[in-house]
């Protein structure tokens, strides 16, 4: 009888040890769950961004990078190739000399009508674009190959091909955006950015590529003051037709 009560005793001892274990083992495993947890998701979070980064860089074609590159990049290509035409300047200074000419004969000497429409096509664009870049674009632009098309419903859209040694074959920038008139300035909206087949994020097209539209629009604002002040633009195909009013002083 002795033996079976020692026997119960062990067991119920037994059984409160194990207990304890049990507890301290589900106790542990909970303390270390958040920080395996945490270490886990950072662990996939950079992963995740790694492969985000690599595909992206592949997509642009900048880079050489096996597997991705086959997978992601495609050499862009531009809505229809165009070939330079007159230069801007002399398309203003034509139209200008002429609408004013035409409206002075129609008033009898007396400028009247002040209304003066411009047609500027995208090889016209196109011809002033590559002169400017030839002269101060840097040489991973290739300047001979730069184009503008005029097409409604996109927009306008500039292709710069680029040449970098590391490059993949075909690389090439494709910058669309639209063009409004604003208290008498053109001012330019960008729609979208891709370089090779990789869309450029909304934030580095403000911090890089705004200032430099703009900057090249202000010329083209300033070569237009002196002969009109501008109320309208609008995108037909192949070219931009600007509305205005003659700035002129005849005396």
Known sequence: MARVEKNAGLESRLDEVKGEVVREVR?????????????LLFLALLVGMILWVT??????????????????????????????????????????????????????????????????????LTASLRTFLEKSAPEWINSSGVQIVVEPGT??????????????????????????VDQGNLVVTPVSVRIGAAKIPNFLIVAFLMPLL??????????????????SIELLPREVVVKGELAVEIK
């Open 214 to 231: 703009e900057a090249e629009l202000a010329k083209l604002n300033t070569a237009m003051v002196g002969y009109a002040q501008i109320s």
């Open 27 to 39: 106790k542990r495993t909970r303390t270390g769950r958040p920080w395996l947890t945490c270490s």
């Open 55 to 124: 595909w992206f860089v592949a997509a642009t074609g900048l880079l050489h990078v096996p597997v991705f590159t086959s997978l992601t990049y495609t050499a862009p290509e531009p809505i229809r190739m165009v070939t330079p035409g007159v230069p801007i300047e002399a398309v203003l200074k034509e139209t200008f000399t002429s609408t004013l000419t035409r409206r002075l004969y129609e008033g009898g000497g007396t400028l009247t009508d002040r209304s003066v429409e411009v047609q500027i096509q995208e090889s016209s």
């Open 155 to 180: 927009g306008i859209e500039l292709f710069v091909p680029l040449d970098l040694e590391s490059q993949e074959p075909g690389v090439a920038g494709i910058i669309t955006f639209d063009l409004d």
